[in-house]
């Protein structure tokens, strides 16, 4: 029989939260999200599945106790999303950043554990890695992360590690970057930009080339998240998994989404001192796990042409709500 958890989601009102909670709920599983939902109310975030009757929304900051634990409420599993995504967003302000990064960080996780959560899944990163030349970058490597962002991520980790405790099963996934189309869409990450220049500018712009960026579409990241909630404990507990797909070059994801993209697009080479190149090998979450990709890049480009020639991302050059930073600023978030 599967597992049938309470799940409580902080961050759930993101992207990958906007695919993740509809899986969730549709698998039989009941959900709390937490959110301060900056990018669209849980009706839009969620659409049909907003109401849902084993779906609980609760608007608020991670970094207010109360909320926390009111969200916590009645659960037993935490997949933890909340975060100030990616390096440009968390540099716009580093010690907001770090507040909802890192400080409020454990004392989720204690509410958690304290509420009678079993299971705490974390979506960290594979930033955590740093620059690892010419090898396959597996879990046992040593982590040097680059940035604040990728080492808060990293320290948040360890403040997980510390905290687990018997019946408290922690699981580390450290994501490649996710791609797609979502109802809470975002177009500031490389495959879904290159995708919405190329539809509408017909242009995209690569900075370098050769450098390998991994990525993952979005519902292979989230069934993920729907797979490590049906392993067993022992399987799974302390486990770090990281979960991406193939490991494109900045030019080969270009040719890509030329391809798919209806018509000619023009492709401007600019040079950058970013030549960070990143090869992240799943093979454990394959190994030990039996989660494997279904969902190729390909897939996620046209499912992202699809929604852009039916409509469904209205302004998308320039709508605050496709993109975090633009966001951030036009809402002054402190």
């Known amino acids: 029989m599967p597992k049938r958890w309470t799940v409580m989601v902080p961050g759930g009102g993101g992207y990958v939260g906007s695919a993740l909670i509809p899986a969730l709920l549709d698998a039989g599983h009941a959900v709390s999200v937490l959110d301060l939902f900056l990018y669209g109310e849980d009706h839009e975030v969620f659409g049909d599945h907003a109401r849902h009757p084993a779906l609980r929304v609760v608007k608020g900051d991670v970094r207010d106790p109360g909320k926390v634990a009111e969200a916590m409420t009645g659960c037993d599993a935490v997949i933890h999303l909340a975060c100030i995504s990616n390096d440009p967003s968390f540099e716009l302000d580093p010690s ?3 507040s909802i990064n890192f400080d409020s960080f454990r004392p989720l996780v204690v509410t958690a554990r304290d509420s009678g959560v079993r299971r705490f899944v974390y979506a960290s990163s594979s930033s955590v ?3 690892k030349e010419g090898v396959s970058v597996t879990e046992d490597l040593s982590l040097e992360p680059l940035t604040d962002y990728s080492k808060f991520k990293a320290m948040c980790e360890d403040v997980l590690a510390e905290e687990r405790a018997p019946g408290f099963t922690t699981v580390v996934v450290r994501p490649a970057t996710v791609c797609g189309y ?3 869409q975002r177009l500031d990450v490389v495959v879904n930009i ?3 220049h190329a539809v509408n500018n017909g242009k995209i712009k690569i900075f370098g080339g050769p450098q390998k960026r991994p990525n993952i579409h979005i ?3 989230v069934r993920a998240y729907l797979h490590i909630l049906q392993m067993d404990d022992a399987l799974v507990d302390g486990g770090v998994y990281n979960v991406g797909y193939e490991n494109h070059s900045l030019d080969q994801l270009g040719e890509i989404v030329c391809k798919i993209v209806h018509g000619r697009t023009e492709v401007e080479h600019v040079p950058t001192y970013d030549l960070r190149s990143y090869h992240v090998s799943s093979e454990r979450i394959k190994r030990d796990l039996g989660f494997e990709p279904q969902h190729s890049i390909e897939e996620a480009v046209r499912d ?8 469904l991302l209205p302004d998308s050059l320039h709508a605050s709500k496709y993109f975090n930073i633009k966001r951030m600023q036009e809402v002054e978030l402190t």
């Open 96 to 98: 907001l950043g770090k």
């Open 194 to 196: 290159l995708t919405n």
């Open 219 to 221: 519902k292979d990241m």
């Open 304 to 311: 992202l042409v699809d929604a852009f020639d039916a409509g």
């Open 182 to 184: 979502a109802t809470r």
């Open 129 to 131: 890695y740093g620059i």
